[in-house]
Nanobody
Framework: EVQLVESGGGLVQAGASLRLSCAASGATLEGAAIGWFRQAPGKEREGVSSISGIDGSAIYVDSVKGRFTISIDNAKTTVYLQMNSLKPEDTAVYYC?????????????????WGQGTQVTVSS
């Protein structure tokens, strides 16, 4: 089973950028899809973006299109989420998760391995 560890969160001002990393161990991500999810205080967790470990195809929730970019390294061990033009409403704990099939998804139920999360706080 793959283990996932997120990093790169922090406190930034609106308009700034952050890059989150999701490092995998125990297995490569080549046959999987990786998703980024986030959960703001008092809200349900939502899917933000997801990428296929096979062909790099990716999907995004509408609220981050044009601002966030997901990518995977050549070794298929780390997935990144580049977040630009951050807004206060992006404040949340961000989680990465692995799906056992390499089809990008934004549905939690499709993912069976989860990291512990990293906090992103955007001040206005």
């Amino acid at each position: 089973e793959v283990q996932l560890v997120e990093s790169g969160g922090g406190l930034v001002q609106a308009g700034a950028s952050l890059r989150l990393s999701c490092a995998a161990s125990g297995a490569t991500l080549e046959g999987a899809a990786i998703g980024w999810f986030r959960q703001a205080p008092g809200k349900e967790r939502e899917g933000v973006s997801s990428i296929s470990g096979i062909d790099g195809s990716a999907i995004y929730v509408d609220s981050v299109k044009g601002r966030f970019t997901i990518s995977i390294d050549n070794a298929k061990t780390t997935v990144y989420l580049q977040m630009n033009s951050l807004k206060p409403e992006d404040t949340a704990v961000y989680y990465c998760a692995a799906e056992p099939v390499a089809v990008p998804s934004l549905f939690e139920a499709d993912f069976d391995s989860w990291g512990q999360g990293t906090q992103v706080t955007v001040s206005s």
